[in-house]
């Protein structure tokens, strides 16, 4: 077993939900930030420049950063993770020390959701965020100044579901009509997900009443009759349905969500001017941690239970879906199409504003 392992072993039984992976991370940190201080005087620091491409522009194979002859500008960074399968590579990359060899300090912070991590990377509570691409498409719509600068995660079938209690008589996504439906964002990826879903059952989200919900909440939600199903994502899919708390009404990664990319990192204009080389840095670990769960995606397995609440037993029937470490242009063309389609936009999204161009 790990450090982090053993640690978590500790304070699982006695660790509210919501509160583990955070109290996870903290644990974690402490252990590095000692380690980095005694090993401060014997490492040198070499960083990577950004590797980011303009939308147009964009390779299928990205060149590889050229490393650049000064350290990262920012030692320590703030970076807002979602409670879900798709954070996994930030976890990995700190368990494996890949920030620490570029020179980085990562703390990591749990968001509520992509609306939530979008607003405290404007007002430079976080440096880095978690979001999902539909969301960062909207905010800049509105007038925010977002930049997609990583992928994260592509989902799976099985990786997104609506789901109900165990107990309701709901058996259908017909059923799902004028009930209250548990979503992370009100105008997000997650509600997107969830109007075409209804949409293959003849309805609309006009026919029911989403509810925004933190997925670590959307369980409990359940339980105690606050909402009448929820759009969840891995593992919390798993945990329902194997704790025999939930039933899976629609599976949502399917048809014309299959393969979904549905999540990367996203900062401002003006971070990424400021911090070039922090932005490298931080892009080169991720990306192999990355690579490192696709040649191993056992990773996503062992990794999960040290910072959700989730047995290794169910970590392994996880739909793990995969971790792309490029952006993928078409694919986020997809998203925003879809968000377009579905009223979550006004006008088409424009891509170029989004995506963080090369130097």
């Known amino acids: ?16 939900e919501r509160d583990l992976g955070a109290r996870a991370i903290e644990i974690h940190q402490r252990r590095r930030r000692n380690v980095m201080a005694l090993a401060a005087a014997a490492v040198v620091v070499v960083t990577v420049l950004a590797a980011a491409v303009g939308v147009r522009t964009l390779p299928t194979e990205p060149r590889a950063a050229a490393r650049p002859s000064g350290p990262p500008e920012q030692s320590t960074i703030k970076v807002g993770v979602v409670a879900s399968v ?24 749990i968001v509520a959701g992509a609306a939530d991590a979008g607003d405290q990377v404007e007002s430079g509570k976080l440096d880095l965020a978690q979001t ?4 960062v498409f909207r905010l800049n719509e509105s007038g925010r100044q977002l930049k997609i ?19 309701s008589k709901i058996r259908t996504a017909t059923d799902l009509k004028r009930k209250r439906i548990a979503t992370p964002e009100l105008e997000g990826l997650g509600t997107l997900a969830l109007a075409v879903v209804l949409k293959r059952a003849g309805l609309t989200l006009r026919d029911v ?13 359940i339980d105690k009759g606050q909402v009448d199903a929820a759009l969840l994502a891995e593992p919390f899919v798993t945990v329902g349905r194997d704790t025999e708390r939930t039933r899976i009404v629609a599976d949502a990664m399917t048809r014309e969500l299959a393969n979904l990319h549905t999540a990367g990192m996203t900062t401002t204009d003006q971070w990424i001017r400021r911090n070039p080389r922090t932005l490298a840095a931080f892009q080169r670990a991720l990306a192999k941690a990355q690579r490192l769960i696709a040649s191993d995606p056992q990773q996503v397995r062992n990794t999960l239970p040290r910072y959700m609440r989730i047995s290794k037993a169910m970590a392994a029937g996880v739909a793990r879906g995969s971790y ?36």
């Open 209 to 221: 009443v989403p509810v925004e919900t933190p997925y670590p909440d959307m369980l409990n939600a």
């Open 132 to 135: 999902d691409y539909a969301t």
């Open 149 to 167: 600068v990583s992928a994260l995660y592509q989902a799976a079938q099985g990786s997104f579901a609506v789901v109900v209690s165990a107990k």
């Open 324 to 359: 792309p470490a490029k952006l993928d242009t078409t694919e986020l063309q997809r998203i925003a199409d879809l968000a377009h389609a579905y009223k979550f936009l006004k006008r088409p999204a424009d891509l170029g504003s989004a995506v963080m161009k090369s130097r």
């Open 1 to 16: 077993m790990t450090w982090l392992g053993e640690q978590l072993g500790r304070i699982a039984d006695d660790m509210p």
């Open 86 to 109: 798709e954070s996994v590579p930030v976890v990995v990359a700190l368990d494996k020390g890949y920030f620490e060899e570029e020179g980085l300090m990562v703390q990591p912070v």
